[in-house]
Each structure stands twice: as structure tokens, then as C-alpha cells.
């Protein structure tokens, strides 16, 4: 009886927090949180193998090209928020935005996430999460955290809420081009380079 | 329901504080030193049971029982399994007493207690806990295990309440408050019940935490007395007359914490007390290890840090501090200092000497006099450590190699440091046999690249201020039982603490993050993170027996006896550190960005779920080496 009590209390107590969060995101005007518990735990590491890091990697961004764009952190020319700039062994060269995301990451996010963002045990990969994720959405569970509760496995997962961590919250955009670039296959796992004239 | 709950947990923080003013004010509480677990001394000698983490209060992990034994290990099987519920990293080990068994998880801190005859669950407890804790534990939720003492089953829960609950019923006998999730505080370890007190600690060193060893009564779980790590004398419970600095066996003198930290920075000093404890009971006092101080970055904390990174022993009726020793002042790497103080008894240069030692996160073995910590030995048990040379003996203090040091680096990447934050080994317990006189130690073999940066304390967030890539460490290996192809991460080996020899080393592919047991058949058990138990010979490492328990082995291996057969059980569950560091691979730094070693991921390997596996031998196997031993012994 009372376990039964604790437990309605608890799913009542995620769907409140979830549909708070569907609220923030909604103004975004994206999709809201599909559960998605492929990369959660169930299943950890999913398919961010690094082999398909390394064959995405060829398709780095051409940062010759000059870029214009009037955004706070300077994209590349196909309105990517990054730029990254691989030889063929791997070594890359990223833009300030890039290289201020991989530390403050490094800083703030890697405890759980771990260092490539391709998550741990308890937290999921960001290279998978971010697939398909807006900019809105994302800035939103930074902010706000994220409590999930497994009906499956009866688990919680939570990212709590950065909003009122300056350091991670006065950078959004770079952690944003960071994962975005590791997201995309842009930037393969690994310590980037700076590149010379932060282009 | 809840409420009153809330109510309740309110009014113990309430008598906590009460209490804690009580002792600032100088009144003395009348100690009541009882004969309450004077029994735990004495339970602890009958090899049948397996009632503290450390098997004993000498954290030997080490087993009288021979039944299994190095002719018949090859024939163990599993007996039966559990499977916990629980997905996430599984540390710790099984208790047992008489006919029942006592396992925890990981958050949300289930505990069961399991009839050993019919692998029925007697009953079960599960703590309705907040889930905002689970973020504001740095890796993983794991729990280290349970303690018993006084008919009492004591659970330390994540969000850092220590429960008491009724050995035969799991009753709820009562509940303390320790800390506050919402600062950063939060608890993993396994308490330690020493006479008429529990004893625990608490966690938070990546959140700024400033650490405390806190001893409740068993009776009623009231305060008795709480020691910080960092800040005045008296908060310490250290006496600047009494209290011996192990290196110039000298008092330590007036504020010797504050003196060593910048202005207020000791309040946010770390110095957490997550690791395992022990006890000696003739001398009456208890080791234990503090953690990393404060933020990661060097440079934001100048000064040694005292005392963050340091072995303490006290008085567990006071806790008032005999002796200290800190091993790595001004820590700029994160090596922790919390892991277990293993006591024996050994000879050293021809004299009999109560030792400690302890396998630090730095890389070096301490072999250390208990009585007054003088520092005897002081070895790399790894042969790849190269962030300092050696312990200058006379100082205390490890000579440094300006090339690994992160200090005055703010921004720059400092690459190639062995090992990495992950230590040369972490909390995995190691084991010693008396018989050889050797001890059994899993160790991680990874190094890593460090870059400190700059940041700012806010209560409850995380205080990390460094950004870290780990990979494996150098082929080299001293002594190898067998050829290993391949980058490597991990290695168990037998290691010599009154010379700082290496005996032996058996290469493993990850970390190994198991406690290990040693026993009296001359079996040294232990798990690795593909989920393998292997059984080896204490005294050639040779491998007797293998199995893959369904997940990654992150938990002790413990030994028991029931119905006249040894048992062995160990739970699996990846997760933990190891499961950040290695669920996703490591980058090796040589191979260039993006591509990793010769060697696959983990998850090639295991997957998560906590499932308690527990091996025995055949019936007719069993009472032909009791038969044998017992001719022997005539």
C-alpha cells in the first residue's frame, strides 16, 4: 500500500517536471522530449562508435572561406555554429567557439558525460542526443535540468538545472558549437587545436 | 506521510546541530565505551561470516577459510544469483551472518536481506530519496555497503541519511541526517560500526565540499562527534599539543590547517571522507584517508592544504586525532587520499612492526607504523607513476617533476601524466594473506592530459576547474605472469610492502576496479570490468578459474561459510568511475584524434545490471579437500 503511495508520487512527481519543461520548450516551437532511453543507461555508448567518428571526420568544414555570419559565435558558410578544420590524421583545428566549448565542457560537463560527450554509464551520449536537437531545446535543459523517471526500469535520470551557474550559462553558445561539431561528426573525439587566426 | 517523514528527518538535524553546539561549547559528553561491539571484535575472528566490508577491522580482506582451495578452484561453479533491480554502478560487497545475507544498491539505496537457504528475500528497505541528489553525485550513484552492529543493519544513503534498520525485520530503528544534497554533500561509502558508535563519512570533492568524519551512538543516532579535514584545531579534533605530525613525530602546533590554506579557502577546502575505514582495536584507534582539496585547478588554492590528501588516526570514542600524515600536499592532480589503511603485522629489517599500508591514487605505496605513522617505506606500485620521482623520506613529501606539474598552468595542457585522476588504484579494496605475506592489489594503468582552468565556487554546483583526457598508460609492466597484446589499463598485482617489490603483475585490458579477497587456500580472487571472476594463486598469479558474471565487476569480492561449504559472491553492475571513463573508450593520444588503440570499447564487453553472483564447488569436491585439510592439520 504505501510502496504503491511512494510510487504514484514519484511518477506524478516526474510528469509534473517533464510537462514543466515541455511548457519551456514549447515557446521554442520544437518537438517536445520523446523519451528516448537508447543511449540513458539501457543501452550506454549506443553507436558513437569511433569508427564513425573518423569516417565523418573527412567531411570537416572548409574553414578557408571566409565567413560573415553576424551571430555571436562565427559559424561556417552552411550556418553551422562551428568550424572545424581536419587534416587527414585526425588532428583538428576548431574556431575560439569551438575551443571554448570543448573546456568549459570539460569543466562542467564531462563528469558525466565524459570527455568526448559520448556519456557514461549514467548520462547519455550528446553526440546521439543532440542528433535532431534544436538550439532552443537544448539552451532549455541546460537551464532547467531534465528528471526523467524509467517506467521501464523504474530509474531516474537527471541533469540538474545550470541556470544559475554564470560560467556555463554566459557560454551556452560555445558549449552549443562544441556538441554541435561532435553531434554532427564534424569534430572527431579528442583535444582540438586552436586555429591560428580564430577564423 | 510524507510530511511527518520530513517532520521527522527535521527534527534529527535539529538535535544534531543541538549537539554539535553542545561539543563546540566545550562540554564533554560522558563516553559510554561500552562492551557493545567489543562482540564485533570477536564475530569478526569466525571465518563463516563476512560481517564488515574489510572482512575484518584490519581491512586485510583476507579469509581463514581453505576449502577452495589452488588444486580444486578449477572446479567452482556458480551456486545462485540475484539480480538487484538496479542498473547503475555496483560497489561494495554482500554481508553475511549466520543463515542471512545483506546487499545495497546503488541509489535509490535498496537493501535486502536474503535467506541463504532458500534465496528468499527476508525482507527489503528502500529510502524514498530525492532524485536531485543523483546529479550532485560526481560519478555515479554507487553505494560502498552496509555495516552491522548491535542486532543493527546501517545503510548510508546517497543523500547522505544513515539509516538503522532492525537486523531481523529491517525496521527502521532510526534515521540521521549527515549533510545537504543542496550544498553539494552527499554519501557513498560504507559505514563502520566501532563499539557504540557508527562511523561515516561524506562526498562532495568535486563540489567544494568541506569533508568531516562523523561518529553517531548506535542506540539512538545522535551526534557523538564530527572531525573536518580542513580549518581550526578544535573542528578537527585536533590538539595542537598532542596530535603527531607522522613526519617530525612531533605536534602538529597551533592551526596548522589554516596556516597552509589562502584566507577563508579552507571553507571550501574539500578533504572528503568517501573511502573505506579500519580499525585497531588493541590500540583503539581508526585510519581513515581524506580526499582532494577543493577545485582542481592548482593555482586558485596556493599552499599545502592541510588537510586534504591525508591519513588520519584517531580515537573513535572522541575522535580526537593521534596522529596524520598528508601524502600529497597541494594536490594538482586529484589523487585522492581516501583509500583503504590496511593493517598488519609484519617484520621490517628484523623487527615485528604494527604496520598500515596503503595504495595511494598518487601511485605510491605507503608502509607506515600505526602506533605513530613513521613512514618506512614509501614505493611506485606501478612502474609508469612519473609525476614524481620518489618520497624524500625525511621530508615526507614526494619530489616532483616540474614537466608533470599543473600549477601556474591555468589554460595550458599538460599532457602525458601517469596516472591519471583515477589514481593507480581508487577505492577497490586490496587484500592481504598473512600466510604469504604479500598483499593483492587491483590497479588502474591509465594516464592522462590535464588542463586546469579557471573557476568560481557556488554552493552546489560542481568545483572541478580542470578539463581531463585519460587513455592508457606505457606497456611497461614489472614481472608479468603472462603476454599481453595490446594497450592496457589495468593490472593486478602482489605486491611486497615491507620492500616495495612488485612480486607479480597479471596484465588486465580495463581497470581493475574489484576488491580483491585472499584466503587461507592460498585463492586470491578478484573481478574485472568485462565482468570476468578470476580465482589466481596467491603465490604465482597463475589463473585457476574464470567466469563472466552477467555485467562489469566494480564490487568486492566477499567469502562466507554456510552448511559446511565456503561460498564466494561477488555483485557485477558496471558503472562507477570506471564506467565514465571507460563506457565510451579512451583516446590514445599516439593514434591521433579521433581514433582509439588497438583495444575495443567496454561496452564490446558488458552492459549494465546489477546481479549478485555467488560460486561454491561441487559437493564431493568440498568434502574431499575438508577430508585432506584435516589429515594435513593432524
Not at chain 1, 50 to 77: C, F, L, R, W
Not at chain 2, 347 to 355: F, Q, W
Not at chain 2, 563 to 580: C, D, E, M
Request: proline residues 5%; hydrophobic residues 35%.
Amino acid at each position: 500500500m504505501t510502496r504503491t503511495r511512494q510510487t504514484i508520487t514519484a511518477v506524478l512527481f516526474a510528469v509534473a517536471t517533464a510537462s514543466l519543461a515541455g511548457a519551456a520548450f514549447a515557446a521554442d516551437g520544437d518537438e517536445p522530449i520523446v523519451n528516448d532511453y537508447s543511449s540513458m543507461g539501457a543501452e550506454y555508448g549506443s553507436s558513437d562508435s569511433d569508427k564513425a567518428d573518423e569516417s565523418k571526420a573527412s567531411v570537416s568544414n572548409d574553414s578557408s572561406a571566409s565567413s560573415s555570419t553576424s551571430a555571436a559565435v562565427e559559424g561556417d558558410d552552411e550556418g553551422n555554429p562551428y568550424k572545424v578544420d581536419c587534416d587527414g590524421e585526425g588532428s583538428c583545428k576548431v574556431s575560439e567557439a569551438v575551443m571554448i566549448g570543448y573546456e568549459k565542457f570539460g569543466n562542467h560537463c564531462a563528469q558525466c558525460h565524459a570527455q568526448n560527450a559520448e556519456g557514461s554509464t549514467f548520462a547519455p551520449s550528446l553526440v546521439q542526443r543532440l542528433k535532431g536537437m534544436g538550439q532552443g531545446r537544448f539552451t532549455a535543459a541546460v537551464a532547467g535540468g531534465v528528471t526523467r523517471l524509467d517506467s521501464t526500469t523504474g530509474q531516474y535520470s537527471v541533469m540538474p538545472a545550470w541556470s544559475e551557474n554564470e560560467d556555463v550559462m554566459s557560454h551556452m553558445q560555445q558549449l552549443w558549437a562544441f556538441l554541435k561539431a561532435r553531434s554532427d561528426g564534424a569534430l572527431p573525439a579528442g583535444r582540438p587545436q586552436r586555429m591560428d587566426n580564430n577564423g | 506521510m510524507k510530511s511527518i517523514q520530513a517532520k521527522g528527518a527535521l527534527r534529527l538535524a535539529t538535535a544534531a546541530v543541538a549537539v554539535s553546539t553542545l561539543m563546540a561549547s566545550g562540554i564533554v559528553l560522558a563516553q559510554d565505551s561500552s562492551a557493545k561491539s567489543s562482540d564485533l571484535v570477536e564475530m569478526q575472528k569466525d571465518p563463516g561470516n563476512w560481517i564488515m566490508w574489510g572482512g575484518q577491522y584490519n581491512g586485510q580482506r583476507y579469509s581463514e577459510l581453505d576449502q577452495i582451495n589452488t588444486e580444486n578452484a578449477g572446479q567452482l561453479s556458480p551456486a545462485w544469483t540475484f539480480s538487484t533491480g538496479v542498473l547503475r554502478g555496483h560497489e561494495g560487497g554482500p554481508l553475511v551472518l549466520g543463515d542471512t545475507m545483506y546487499i545495497s544498491t546503488p541509489f535509490p539505496n535498496k537493501v535486502f536481506a536474503i535467506d541463504l537457504e532458500s534465496h528468499a528475500i527476508k525482507w527489503k528497505y528502500e529510502p524514498t530519496q530525492n532524485p536531485q541528489v543523483i546529479p550532485v553525485m560526481c560519478c555515479d550513484t554507487v553505494n560502498r555497503g552496509l555495516a552491522y552492529g548491535d542486532g543493527k543493519i546501517f545503510l548510508q544513503q546517497a543523500d547522505t541519511t544513515l539509516v538503522a534498520l532492525d537486523q531481523k525485520t529491517g525496521k527502521v530503528a532510526w534515521k540521521s541526517v549527515n549533510g545537504d544534497p543542496s550544498k553539494g554533500q552527499t554519501a557513498t561509502n560504507a559505514p563502520l560500526v566501532i563499539k557504540d558508535k557508527v562511523i561515516t563519512g561524506i562526498s562532495g570533492g568535486e563540489f567544494g565540499v568541506r569533508g568531516y568524519l562523523t561518529a553517531y551512538n548506535i542506540d539512538d543516532g545522535k551526534m557523538a562527534w564530527r572531525a573536518y579535514s580542513t580549518g581550526p584545531d578544535d573542528t578537527m579534533l585536533i590538539d595542537p599539543e598532542k596530535t603527531i605530525d607522522a613526519v617530525t613525530q612531533k605536534p602538529v602546533g597551533k592551526d596548522s590547517s589554516l596556516k597552509s590554506w589562502e584566507g577563508d579557502q579552507w571553507k571550501i577546502g574539500g578533504g572528503t571522507t568517501w573511502g573505506w575505514f579500519t580499525y585497531d582495536p588493541e590500540l583503539d584507534l581508526l585510519y581513515y584517508g581524506t580526499g582532494n582539496p577543493g577545485t582542481w585547478n592548482p593555482t586558485q588554492r596556493p599552499g599545502d592544504n592541510k588537510y586534504s590528501m591525508t591519513i588520519f588516526a584517531r580515537n573513535p570514542d572522541t575522535g580526537e586525532a593521534k596522529w596524520l600524515y598528508q601524502m600529497t600536499p597541494h594536490d594538482e592532480w586529484d589523487y585522492d587520499g581516501v583509500n583503504e589503511k590496511i593493517l598488519v603485522d609484519q617484520e621490517i629489517d628484523g623487527k615485528e612492526r604494527k604496520l598500515v599500508v596503503h595504495f595511494d591514487r598518487n601511485g605510491f605505496a605507503y608502509t607506515q607504523d600505526r602506533t605513530n605513522g613513521e613512514l618506512l617505506v614509501a614505493e611506485k606500485y606501478d612502474p609508469s607513476v612519473n609525476w614524481a620521482t620518489k618520497i624524500d623520506m625525511k621530508t615526507g613529501r614526494p619530489q616532483m617533476v616540474s614537466e608533470y606539474s599543473t600549477e601556474g598552468k591555468v589554460d595550458q595542457n599538460v599532457t602525458d601524466i601517469c596516472p591519471a585522476a583515477l589514481g593507480s588504484k581508487d577505492q577497490q579494496p586490496a587484500s592481504y594473506s598473512p600466510k604469504t605475506g604479500l598483499f593483492y592489489v587491483p590497479t588502474n594503468h591509465v594516464c592522462m592530459d590535464y588542463e586546469p582552468t579557471k573557476v568560481d565556487y557556488t554552493a552546489g554546483q560542481p568545483y572541478v576547474g580542470a578539463t581531463l583526457a585519460m587513455y592508457p598508460g606505457p606497456d611497461e609492466i614489472t614481472n608479468p605472469v603472462k603476454k599481453f597484446e595490446g594497450k592496457r589499463m589495468g593490472t593486478f598485482i602482489a605486491y611486497d610492502a615491507t620492500t616495495g617489490e612488485i612480486k607479480w603483475s597479471i596484465p588486465e585490458r580495463f581497470s581493475v576496479w574489484s576488491g580483491a579477497l585472499a584466503t587461507a587456500g592460498d585463492v586470491v580472487f578478484y573481478g574485472t570490468l568485462e565482468g570476468y571472476l578470476k580465482a589466481v594463486d596467491s603465490k604465482t598469479g597463475e589463473e585457476l578459474y574464470s567466469f563472466k558474471t552477467p555485467s562489469g565487476i566494480i564490487g568486492n569480492v566477499n567469502t562466507w561459510k554456510y552448511n559446511g561449504k565456503q561460498y564466494v559472491g561477488v555483485l557485477s553492475g558496471i558503472g562507477g568511475w570506471a564506467g565514465i571513463g571507460m563506457a565510451a573508450g579512451l583516446t590514445d593520444p599516439n593514434a591521433g584524434l579521433g581514433a582509439v588503440g588497438g583495444y575495443k570499447d567496454l561496452k564490446n564487453y558488458t552492459q549494465l545490471g546489477g546481479v549478485l553472483t555467488v560460486f561454491t564447488l561441487p559437493d564431493s569436491v568440498a568434502q574431499k579437500a575438508d577430508a585432506s585439510s584435516k589429515v594435513a592439520s593432524k
